[in-house]
């Protein structure tokens, strides 16, 4: 009898790795939450909370509050998984007049929050009232869509706001609106 030994290669060739499918990385996901009404944030914070609690790191970005000097470099912790910023203003924004020292925050907010993202410590990020920020003029759309499209694939994020433009819709995985029904 004859045998013949070979030598085990400590280099695999590319088609003899196998990966247990548990050790992937899962995708995130794009979740638009929309309502004719700006009162729904509670909903979200839930998710956002029990996602904290579970150990993985949230970032509740809130683009048309102020008036507490909470700016980018001053973020609220909550416990170690989640962290809330709004932009650095003297007050929350109503309506699209807003003064050159307010669009400069709110630009310098989103800046500060795509880079936090590309970080990659977050796995849920909250966009508050994105949708109101865009359609006031404060960030581009498509900077938004480039920066959905270009984020670290297992970040999850959560839009939120009235009147959310088609292109975020378009690229969302999931779309809730909320609603009133009145009942007769």
């Not at 949708?131 to 959560?158: C, E, H, K, M, W």
């Amino acid at each position: 009898m004859v045998s013949q030994l070979q030598p085990l290669s400590l280099s695999p060739s590319p088609t003899s790795i196998v990966r247990h499918p548990l050790l992937q990385t899962v995708e995130g996901t794009v979740q638009v939450f929309t309502a004719v009404h700006r009162n729904f944030f509670t909903n979200v914070m839930v998710q956002a909370l029990r996602i904290a609690d579970q150990g993985k790191a949230v970032l509740i970005v809130q683009f048309l509050k102020g008036g507490i000097h909470q700016g980018p470099s001053q973020p609220v912790q909550f416990g170690q998984n989640l962290d809330w910023v709004r932009a650095d203003m003297p007050r929350c924004i109503h309506g699209p007049e807003v003064s050159p020292g307010e669009r400069e925050a709110i630009r310098d907010l989103w800046a500060q929050t795509k880079a936090a993202i590309a970080r990659g410590r977050y796995g849920l990020v909250v966009l508050d009232e994105l949708s109101l920020a865009v359609n006031y003029g404060l960030i581009p759309t498509q900077d938004v869509v480039d920066f959905l499209q270009q984020r670290p694939p297992q970040v999850d994020v959560i839009l939120t706001g009235p009147d959310m433009p088609a292109p975020l819709l378009n690229i969302a995985d999931q779309v809730t609106e909320f609603r009133r029904n009145i009942l007769p």
